[in-house]
């Protein structure tokens, strides 16, 4: 018996990614639907071989469903996750909206799903941000050999992580570059085409921005609380696909060649590090891909027992997508849920 699977925000760049995925990988379900806004009813959206017309959330009756993947952003989370929960189906949000919440685990299979378990208590599992989720793959092999101390991230992070209104913002004003049209804003703060934007959601009172925070807690939640973390946040002009300069401290040594060669055995990870020119991945060569690809492995030699790294992935698949499905397949392999039938 197969499990009825519901995605909110279907008609987004991430549910549409969900739906993807959820093909496949051939995720053992009997149903699929396409739930969006009022505004959406109708779209078509695909799924493997077929077309969904996506329903309206607001309508929808969650009685009979299974599993939820959400990401229609933040207050959308708040109003309906937790009444998709009451009536009995497993959430699974993409949203900042519930990652802190100490009732609601912080997932990435790879890294921590044995916290799993945890979900009964809201049956509520959020999803990292995106720049968080493929930092922690890269990381936890490394703690759980020589413990980390402290992690110095600087991301490079593609258009797609604002949405498709992002990508279109990027295209629109490169194009206009091109033609000599006016650089029109409205997604970023500043022109991205040709631009770096050190400025990722809202600034805090410490001077750091929302981003770098989430990034902060969500890796001490996911992998230690005793991780030091300190990340700078910048906004690309890729269309997709994030990228991470990583500087780590370790309690104990662990050399670049030993780094190596555990991370390529590690899951989730696949190694690229030729030393030579092009032998490192870059963002437009992850795009599709499922795994973290990690790079320029090296030796810091600032700091007693230093690391330093390349890090990049396709933020709308584990980013996002690919991790909310793993998530789900993960429910359904260590036992944690069954169909209702």
Same mark, same amino acid.
Request: aromatic content about 6%.
């Given at each position: 018996?197969?499990?009825?699977?519901?995605?909110?925000?279907? =008609?987004?760049?991430? $549910?549409?990614?969900?739906?993807?995925?959820?093909?496949?990988?051939?995720?053992?379900?009997? &149903?699929?639907?396409?739930?969006?806004?009022?505004?959406?009813? %109708? =779209?078509?959206?695909?799924?493997?071989?077929? =077309?969904?017309?996506?329903?309206?959330?607001?309508?929808?009756?969650?009685?009979?469903? &299974?599993?939820?993947?959400?990401?229609?952003?933040?207050?959308?989370?708040?109003?309906?996750?937790?009444?998709?929960?009451?009536? $009995?189906?497993?959430?699974?949000?993409?949203?900042?909206?519930?990652?802190?919440?100490?009732?609601?685990?912080?997932?990435?299979?790879?890294?921590?799903? &044995?916290?799993?378990?945890?979900?009964?208590?809201?049956?509520?599992?959020? *999803?990292? *941000?995106?720049?968080?989720?493929?930092?922690?793959?890269?990381?936890?092999?490394?703690?759980?050999?020589?413990?980390?101390?402290?992690?110095?991230?600087?991301?490079?992070?593609?258009?797609? %992580?604002?949405?498709?209104? %992002?990508?279109?913002?990027?295209?629109?004003?490169?194009?206009?570059?091109?033609?000599?049209?006016?650089?029109?804003?409205?997604?970023?703060?500043?022109?991205?085409?040709?631009?770096?934007?050190?400025?990722?959601?809202?600034?805090?009172?410490?001077?750091?921005?929302?981003?770098?925070?989430?990034?902060?807690?969500?890796?001490?939640?996911?992998?230690?609380?005793?991780?030091?973390?300190?990340?700078?946040?910048?906004?690309?002009?890729?269309?997709?696909?994030?990228?991470?300069?990583?500087?780590?401290?370790?309690?104990?040594?662990?050399?670049?060649?030993?780094?190596?060669?555990?991370?390529?055995?590690?899951? $989730?990870?696949?190694?690229?590090?030729?030393?030579?020119?092009?032998?490192?991945?870059?963002?437009?060569?992850?795009?599709?891909?499922?795994? =973290?690809?990690?790079?320029?492995?090296?030796?810091?030699?600032?700091?007693? *027992? $230093?690391?330093?790294?390349?890090?990049?992935?396709? *933020?709308?698949?584990?980013?996002?997508?690919?991790?909310?499905?793993?998530?789900?397949?993960?429910?359904?392999?260590?036992?944690?849920?069954?169909?209702?039938?």
């Amino acid at each position: 018996m197969g499990y009825r699977v519901a995605v909110v925000g279907a =008609t987004g760049a991430v $549910g549409r990614e969900m739906l993807n995925i959820l093909a496949e990988r051939q995720f053992p379900a009997s &149903d699929v639907v396409a739930l969006a806004s009022r505004r959406s009813l %109708g =779209t078509e959206v695909s799924y493997g071989d077929k =077309t969904l017309k996506a329903k309206v959330l607001e309508h929808y009756d969650f009685s009979d469903t &299974d599993i939820a993947l959400f990401s229609a952003g933040g207050s959308i989370s708040e109003e309906y996750a937790p009444k998709v929960a009451a009536a $009995g189906c497993v959430v699974i949000d993409n949203s900042s909206k519930f990652r802190m919440d100490p009732d609601v685990p912080l997932i990435v299979p790879e890294v921590n799903g &044995d916290a799993l378990a945890g979900y009964t208590k809201k049956r509520i599992i959020a *999803n990292p *941000n995106c720049s968080t989720a493929q930092l922690v793959v890269a990381l936890k092999p490394l703690h759980d050999r020589a413990k980390i101390k402290r992690v110095i991230v600087s991301t490079y992070q593609s258009a797609s %992580g604002a949405g498709k209104a %992002g990508m279109d913002e990027l295209f629109q004003q490169t194009r206009a570059v091109f033609v000599s049209d006016p650089i029109e804003k409205d997604v970023f703060t500043k022109q991205i085409a040709f631009n770096v934007i050190p400025h990722i959601d809202v600034f805090l009172d410490d001077g750091s921005t929302k981003e770098e925070w989430k990034m902060v807690v969500e890796v001490k939640k996911i992998i230690d609380s005793a991780i030091k973390v300190t990340a700078t946040c910048v906004r690309v002009p890729v269309f997709v696909g994030h990228s991470e300069a990583v500087n780590i401290e370790l309690e104990q040594p662990l050399s670049a060649e030993e780094a190596r060669d555990l991370l390529r055995e590690s899951p $989730g990870c696949m190694v690229v590090d030729k030393r030579e020119d092009g032998g490192y991945i870059t963002p437009v060569e992850c795009v599709g891909e499922y795994a =973290t690809y990690i790079s320029r492995i090296r030796d810091d030699i600032t700091t007693e *027992n $230093g690391l330093a790294m390349w890090v990049v992935s396709d *933020n709308l698949r584990k980013g996002a997508a690919l991790n909310a499905v793993q998530i789900a397949e993960q429910l359904i392999a260590r036992h944690l849920t069954k169909p209702r039938g």
